[in-house]
């Protein structure tokens, strides 16, 4: 199972604010190094993966 840090991250910071919708410029600091790591990781859909037997 993968974890998804990013939705973590970003529902962990919804639950602790008390309105009800929060708009952002630009994301979070914190969020930042998140969405640089799942953007740099590769991934090998499940069907291609199963044609070479990985």
Known sequence: M???KCADYLA???SERWEDLQLFESPPNEALEFFKADKERIFVP???SMQ???
Do not use: G, R, V
Request: hydrophobic share 40%; charged share 35%; no cysteine.
């Open 2 to 4: 993968e974890d998804n």
């Open 12 to 14: 962990k910071l919804a």
């Open 46 to 48: 499940l069907e291609y």
């Open 52 to 54: 070479f037997n990985f």
